[in-house]
């Protein structure tokens, strides 16, 4: 599975949109790419996935380039409540995916 | 809701010790996983099982076994527990679809220390 690199943390006001970025330089073109949230003392959630094209949900957004490279997760109006780790991860197998460090968000007031 | 528990959320043990870690999903996933995660190391796959009775290594499977003898539950074992295996555990399951999609669902986690 392609390997993924992620800022170690970012910031963002209140109801403000937050957008993390994630390089995968190495991704093939059968691997998809996955975000996760963990907030502190729960185990990871699911936040959204795409192949190739952009994908919305009631959680996110994820806006993935043309080369795939590089994919940035949007959440359109961020609260406090979106503050955690997140995660990018790509993935070809169904059995295995590996989380790196991710990125701390910090939502201020 | 999927919901996967997981037996203990905070477990203390002392070395040398065989410990059972145990999780149940109830949305008949065939997929299930091991994780530990440690800080700076991020999550770090032990053992995976995509069907009752099968098991696969992850990236850290030394020290572990898994058994899964009923495709709800998967069992982690630690057969003789050392200090560094002192972490968070985590546990998860997907559904076996295509190839490539597969979101998992987590459980809340047992965090293990072991003097």
């Known amino acids: 599975d392609a390997k993924t690199t992620q800022p170690p943390s970012m910031d963002c006001a209140e109801g403000r949109a937050a957008n993390l970025p994630c390089n995968h330089s190495t991704i093939s073109g059968n691997e998809y790419v996955y975000w996760y949230r963990q907030i502190h003392s729960q185990g990871p959630q699911y936040i959204i996935h795409?192949?190739?094209n952009n994908e919305t949900n009631e959680m996110a957004s994820l806006i993935i380039t043309e080369d795939r490279k590089s994919s940035t997760l949007i959440l359109p109006h961020a609260t406090l409540r979106d503050t955690a780790v997140y995660y990018c991860i790509v993935r070809g197998n169904a059995g295995k995916s590996t989380f790196g460090d991710g990125t701390t968000l910090t939502v201020k007031p | 809701d999927v919901k996967v528990t997981q037996s203990s959320r905070y477990l203390v043990k002392r070395t040398g010790e065989k410990v059972f870690l145990e999780c149940v999903q109830d949305?008949?996933?065939?997929?299930m996983f091991w994780y530990r995660q440690d800080p700076g190391l991020g999550l770090r796959l032990i053992y995976f099982s995509y069907d009752v009775k099968m098991k696969e290594k992850g990236d850290i499977p030394e020290g572990y076994s898994v058994s899964r003898e009923k495709k709800e539950r998967f069992s982690l074992i630690l057969e003789s527990a050392s200090t560094n295996q002192t972490s968070m555990y985590l546990c998860a399951s997907s559904f076996w679809q295509a190839l490539t999609y597969n979101e998992q669902f987590f459980g809340p986690g047992t965090r293990l220390t072991v003097l």
């Open positions: 795409g192949l190739k």
């Open positions: 949305m008949d996933h065939e997929n």
